[in-house]
């Protein structure tokens, strides 16, 4: 009955805004309905309502979390309810990716503006914004979307156990020449299990200065406590993190090193052979076993396929570093596969674009993209248990 009485209240409330205020009221009137329209969707997708017991109740209210909507009523503040348990919840009265669709079109404006647009694109600005752009209006839509991304992209960050890197290639626009910018990404898992985007960078290349760079500014937003780095094999992001993270045990995604494997096997007939022995090896107990699997694989191939038998003794060990992460946390920290899944979102949204006219459009994009997929893992279900001894 609480929860139909308060849902009377605030009708109560709002008529009495609408009467005594007049449209000075809708917005205050719009906050309560929103808010109370929420709650109810967070009672209806838990299967129960609040503080009510029930076989039913498939997680459980945990709080809220403000949010600022723009509006042509200006901004209201919001309070978005949160849950926790088996159950995934986001009121559909907020709409997702908002801040890529500004971040989308604004890249297309731009290419638009400077005069690097095709009909296809004039044709899409239509579809998107529904007017003629021009400069003016990409300017100050751009400047307002970049405070804050720029508030996100600097925010401090804290103690960060486990951290996954990983980058992409963007075709931007620079200095007159079409060129493919490096998009840099870091991932971390927080002290509680839960994923979060630590930081993203655009530049020239994946060389030792610019991955250098990119985690120093990590460091000095507050990063530490890191005691594991995952990565696919690059000769520069190796290098700076003995710079940086000298002292870090280093991953080599096993997806990524067995597809390189195959390139060093001599005969196709052999290919399914050599992955099964390698998954042999990913797949033992712990690393004592690994290295005998190791030196055995290594035996078994010296003969009918010496290089490929030295390449797998020389590389296969920086990938079982995983072995020294408790056993529940191995199979999904034994890759980078989690930023490959990340990649497959961003190009979506970067493929539509085809062309970035700048390093700041394309940062613009990949960093809406990163910082709205980054806000549903902070509100989503634990990635991984960090006190596993306790399963």
């Known amino acids: 009955m609480a929860h139909q009485v308060s849902d009377a209240a605030v009708f109560e409330t709002v008529m009495e805004l609408l009467t005594d205020a007049g449209f ?70 907020l709409e997702r990716g908002v801040r890529s669709e500004r971040a989308l079109k604004l890249a297309i404006a731009e290419m638009y503006v400077q005069g690097v647009s095709t009909r296809k694109v004039t044709e899409v600005m239509e579809k998107l914004c529904g007017k003629e752009v021009c400069s003016s209006d990409v300017s100050r839509a751009a400047k307002l979307l970049d405070e804050e991304l720029t508030l996100w992209r600097h925010r401090p960050l804290g103690h960060i156990p ?26 971390g898992i927080n002290p509680q299990g839960r994923r979060e985007i630590l930081g993203v960078s655009v530049a020239l290349s994946e060389a030792e200065t610019h991955w250098r760079t990119f985690l120093a500014s990590l460091q000095e937003r507050g990063l530490i406590g890191v005691q594991y780095v995952v990565s696919d094999d690059h000769a520069g992001l190796k290098a700076a993190l003995q710079a940086r993270l000298p002292a870090v045990p280093w991953q080599r995604c096993q997806f990524h090193l067995q597809q390189n494997a195959m390139h060093h096997v001599p005969k196709i007939s ?119 001894k306790n399963d």
């Not at 979390?65 to 559909?92: C, H, N, W």
């Not at 004592?288 to 694989?297: G, I």
């Not at 493929?351 to 990949?366: G, Q, Y």
Request: hydrophobic fraction near 40%; aromatic fraction near 8%; glycine fraction near 4%.
């Open 24 to 93: 000075d009221g809708f917005a205050e009137s719009f906050r309560l309905l929103v808010n109370q329209a929420m709650r109810i969707e967070r009672s209806d997708a838990l299967g129960a309502k609040p503080y009510q017991r029930t076989d039913d109740r498939k997680g459980y209210a945990n709080g809220y979390k403000p949010k600022t909507l723009a509006t042509r009523m200006g901004p209201i503040s919001l309070q978005v309810p949160q849950v926790r348990g088996d159950v995934e919840f986001y009121p559909s009265a």
């Open 162 to 187: 486990y951290m996954i890197l990983d980058a992409r290639y963007e075709k931007v626009r620079h200095a007159g020449s079409i060129v493919s910018c490096a998009v840099l990404i870091a991932v």
């Open 270 to 388: 052999l290919r399914a052979e050599v992955a099964a022995d390698l998954r042999g090896i990913f797949n033992a107990q712990d690393r004592a076993e690994a290295d005998q699997r190791l030196a055995a694989c290594v035996r078994k191939y010296h003969p009918v396929a010496p290089e490929l038998a030295d390449w797998i003794e020389q590389n296969v060990p920086e990938s079982l570093t995983v072995f020294c992460l408790p056993l529940a946390h191995r199979i999904k920290m034994r890759t980078s596969n989690m930023l490959e899944n990340i990649n497959k979102q961003v190009k979506r949204r970067t493929r539509v674009a085809t062309l970035f006219p700048n390093e700041a459009a394309c940062l613009r994009l990949v960093s809406a993209v990163l910082m709205e997929l980054s806000e549903e893992w902070e509100t989503g279900k634990v990635y991984l248990n960090m006190n596993p």
